[in-house]
């Protein structure tokens, strides 16, 4: 028996989120959707396919009408239209009509171009997203935000679209590298900072067993971030308002991730970007001194950086300006009145943004 929640769409039961640690469950998920009479095509990756491609086409053999497999080479850099281009005609190629499936079997990349595939093919067909990394259990399967990367921008076309099934194993969390672990983590402890101080004093307790990777704190872990997540998407799906909060860190993030040309990992950025935005809160008086310093310390056990080399804070204070995060001329900034509670907000300056850079940028002493 796994663990679900359902999310809602315009108030409305939409879909579930499954959890488990192990795929003994999917099948009955997927029957439940009907797949007995359909054509199934998982899309994956090419470090995913030899992990789990096999296995979740054997887990599909016998129990739908054809099953298939479409592979893309790793990579944010293959997140682009030429990717769906290759899924549209693989599909054709297929036969794939409006009442097939496809599921995302891999992290965020793939989740967010198979869901961009789903939501056009053929008007729209139906999807279902099994995220083996944390960063897509935590944070980008759930909610709906589909579409690829466009001329540099991140995310810069795209589609809310919602899929039929969210099916959590985090017993693949097992296997994950290091890097991209903690790089999930980091968008875990951000939902705990912008919503819900409780779980953020929980991570803290439980630091050694999560970095040991105990399967029991992992799904508690997972489950109750999904939760703080399914409030925010619920009550505002497509970002008019406080789905906003989610980009909480993301704003400095985000600009740090493209100065340093996608060499660190989007949590690594988040981790810094959420550092900075804490220094900004501490120095809005919102936050004390010691809240600040217990905030930007707790990501160092997670393997995260909490300050880094060799940036311009010039050029990356002109990147966040360059971020969908813009309304206008001002920056909707994600600050927190306190743990647990975030707000958005247009007042800061450019000279706060180079202030928390200063804050976070590492340079070594020489003497
Ligand atoms: N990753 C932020 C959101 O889903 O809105």
Same mark, same amino acid.
């Given at each position: 028996m796994c663990d679900r929640i359902n999310i809602l769409y315009e108030k409305k039961p939409c879909y579930d989120i499954v959890f488990s640690k *192990?795929?003994?469950g999917l099948v009955k998920e997927l029957t439940d959707l009907g797949i007995k009479d359909r054509k199934v095509c998982i899309i994956t990756d090419s470090n995913v396919s030899s992990l789990y491609g096999d296995e979740i086409m054997r887990i599909l053999d016998g129990n739908c009408k054809k099953n298939v497999l479409f592979t893309f080479p790793a990579g944010e850099e293959n997140k682009t239209l030429d990717t769906i281009k290759d899924i549209y005609t693989f599909l054709i190629q297929e036969k794939f009509d409006r009442k097939d499936l496809l599921i995302a079997l891999g992290g965020g990349v793939t989740g967010d171009i198979t869901g961009f595939a789903a939501s056009t093919y053929l008007r729209g067909i139906d999807f279902v997203q099994i995220p083996t990394t944390l960063l897509a259990q935590a *944070? &980008? &399967?759930? =909610? =709906?935000k589909t579409g690829v990367d466009f001329d540099g921008y991140k995310n810069m076309v795209g589609a809310f679209y919602m899929p039929k099934l969210v099916y959590m $194993? #985090?017993? #693949? @969390? !097992?296997? %994950?590298d290091d890097r991209q672990f903690f790089s999930g983590f980091a968008e875990i402890m951000k939902h705990g900072l912008i919503k819900d101080g409780m779980f953020y004093e929980w991570l803290l307790e439980h630091m050694y067993e999560i970095c040991d990777r105990d399967m029991d704190t992992l799904l508690e872990m997972v489950e109750r971030s999904c939760n703080i997540k399914k409030l925010v998407v619920e009550k505002d799906p497509t970002e008019k308002? *406080?789905?906003? @909060? %989610? $980009?909480f860190g993301h704003t400095i993030g985000h600009a740090i991730e493209k100065y340093k040309n996608f060499t660190l990992t989007h949590g690594e950025c988040v981790a810094l970007g959420a550092v900075a935005a804490a220094f900004i809160s501490w120095k809005h008086e919102w936050l004390s001194k010691d809240e600040y310093y217990e905030i930007r310390d707790m990501f160092v056990p997670f393997n995260l950086p909490i300050s880094i080399e060799d940036i311009d804070p010039q050029e990356i204070l002109k990147l966040t300006k360059s971020d !969908?995060?813009?309304e206008g001329d001002s920056i909707k900034f994600v600050l927190l009145k306190k743990v647990g509670k975030a707000v958005i907000d247009r007042t800061v300056t450019d000279d706060d943004i180079l202030n928390a850079l200063s804050e976070i940028h590492y340079i070594e002493d020489c003497e």
């Open positions: *192990d795929f003994h *944070d &980008s &399967s759930i =909610g =709906g $194993n #985090v017993g #693949v @969390l !097992k296997t %994950l308002g *406080d789905r906003a @909060l %989610l $980009n !969908k995060k813009m």
